[in-house]
């Protein structure tokens, strides 16, 4: 048989190729391997939120920080004077409000007394009438507190007018001094945002903002590569994705540290990829192609080490090899 298959290498070639096929469409059945993986942990990349040029860089580049320590500071100058433009307005509203209070007040005694002189007016009338229908008051007295009756009402009309423009100042006050208050917070808020610090812990990634650049609300300045997270991303085929599941065990190896072999467990499927770069990023895109070879779609799965080597430092998107256990 074998020197039949010797003799017609064709024939052994394709007999190679076959147990081949036929031993790889196996091993697929037990186990996914994939050489395009690689070491992940979280990212957070400090952007401005407000804009002005870079007054002061406390950073360099892979320098390790602490949490809260500070990263940059834009110029604070024009903010400091902003915050103390809005405080001078909070306190002219305040002092309006209370002038405008003042005035409901003395609104209030002016309605008061016109109330008083109405009401002597009317006692006064009253009277006249009485003594008119005995025939001790002659007509032009009735006609001197009748007038006065008006004037007097007309007096009280004017004073509750006054009262309510008086209220209506109190409300405009108050308006004036809510909009004052939150320009003085939005102050306060901007300038607090000249000084930067990190939110956690970890290396500067290389950046290259020096002092002088003007920002932009948005301008991304640095990122810090905390150790949060840390977990190794393999692109695996997607004809395992059937068999792949959450706490499957995991041998892989690592290029910052080759040759040592590592377990992990499977924590994390991604439950689905762009099929397009131009896609919005809110899922990853894994690229089908290797030069002119179109491969099969690839889907992350993220894998997390039993134990991270104490003395291997962490290389933010170092490759690595898997090999997942069904």
Do not use: C
């Not at 003799?7 to 996914?32: Q, W």
């Amino acid at each position: 048989m074998l020197s039949r298959l010797i003799r017609h290498p064709v024939s052994l070639i394709l007999g190679v190729v076959v147990g081949l096929f036929a031993l790889y469409e196996t091993s697929v059945r037990f186990f996914a391997y994939t050489g395009d993986a690689y070491v992940m942990s979280d990212i957070v990349v400090l952007s401005a939120q407000i804009e002005g040029p870079v007054a002061r860089l406390a950073v360099q580049n892979n320098q390790r920080v602490a949490e809260n320590q500070l990263l940059f500071e834009i110029e604070r100058t024009p903010y400091a004077l902003k915050l103390q433009e809005t405080q001078a307005a909070l306190a002219t509203a305040r002092a309006d409000l209370a002038l405008a209070q003042d005035e409901v007040t003395a609104a209030k005694a002016s309605v008061t007394a016109a109330q008083a002189v109405q009401t002597n007016a009317q006692d006064q009338l009253g009277r006249v009438k009485t003594l008119e229908g005995e025939g001790f008051s002659p007509e032009a007295t009735l006609d001197v507190a009748t007038r006065d009756v008006a004037t007097a009402g007309a007096n009280v009309m004017a004073a509750q007018a006054q009262l309510e423009v008086t209220l209506r100042r109190v409300a405009v006050a108050q308006a004036a001094i809510a909009a004052a208050e939150a320009a003085v917070a939005k102050a306060q808020y901007d300038l607090s945002k000249t000084v930067v610090t990190a939110p956690d812990a970890g290396r500067v990634a290389p950046f290259v903002t020096r002092v002088g650049d003007y920002l932009r609300p948005g301008s991304e300045v640095l990122a810090i590569v905390t150790e949060r997270r840390r977990r190794v991303v393999a692109n695996v085929s997607e004809r395992h994705l059937a068999r792949i599941a959450l706490g499957q065990r995991v041998l892989l190896t690592l290029g910052s540290d080759p040759w040592v072999l590592h377990e992990g467990t499977v924590s994390g499927i991604a439950g689905g990829v762009a099929r397009s770069p131009d896609n919005p990023q809110v899922i990853p895109y894994v690229e089908p192609t290797t030069d002119w070879v179109r491969l099969p779609r690839r889907f992350p799965v993220e894998v997390t080490l039993d134990a991270w080597p104490e003395r291997l430092g962490l290389f933010n998107g170092a490759d690595a090899r898997v090999l997942i256990w069904f």
